[in-house]
């Protein structure tokens, strides 16, 4: 994330819970997390380098208004361009995403989660090794 980014866990509104980000939002976070607080301008040219038939400006704009009422960004008036920045950091979100499917589609179960994402695509080894670690501490973390 860039240090010029003013999102932190300590800044952003208590774990208050919110609403789901779309598809369309997410990529919107994903360019706001990784370039710091932008204006629509340059979220939209950023989303458009890696799609150059991608979204339009008037749609990203409006996204991003949408994403102001809904809570998931915040918009600073005081200057022509309206800059804007998320209110959750990406980990927050994706806690949060990762919490929710859970949730709705493996009972509340993580290891089924984890079971069903390993066993749906190939895995790197050095993936698997970090995954092997992290077992083995939350194994010796229960002793």
């Keep these: 994330m860039d240090p010029g980014n003013r ?3 300590g800044s952003i509104m208590s774990e208050t819970k919110l609403p789901r980000p779309t598809d369309g939002e997410l990529a919107i976070l994903r360019v706001l997390w990784a370039r710091g607080d932008s204006t629509v301008r340059e979220v939209h040219e950023a989303l458009t380098r890696d799609e150059p038939e991608g979204t339009g ?3 990203v ?8 009422e809904k809570g998931l960004v915040e918009r600073d008036e005081s200057q022509r361009a309206h800059v804007y920045r998320p209110r959750a950091t990406e ?17 509340g179960s993580p290891a089924r989660l984890a079971m069903q994402a390993l066993s749906s695509k190939k ?6 090794a970090e995954l092997r670690r992290l077992l083995d501490t939350l194994e010796g973390g229960e002793e």
């Design 91 to 107: 980990q927050r979100t994706q806690r949060q995403l990762v919490t929710d499917l859970v949730d709705r589609a493996f009972g």
């Design 61 to 68: 704009l409006k996204l991003m208004q949408i994403m102001t």
């Design 57 to 59: 400006y008037t749609t």
């Design 7 to 9: 999102v932190t866990e």
């Design 123 to 128: 895995t790197r080894p050095e993936e698997l």
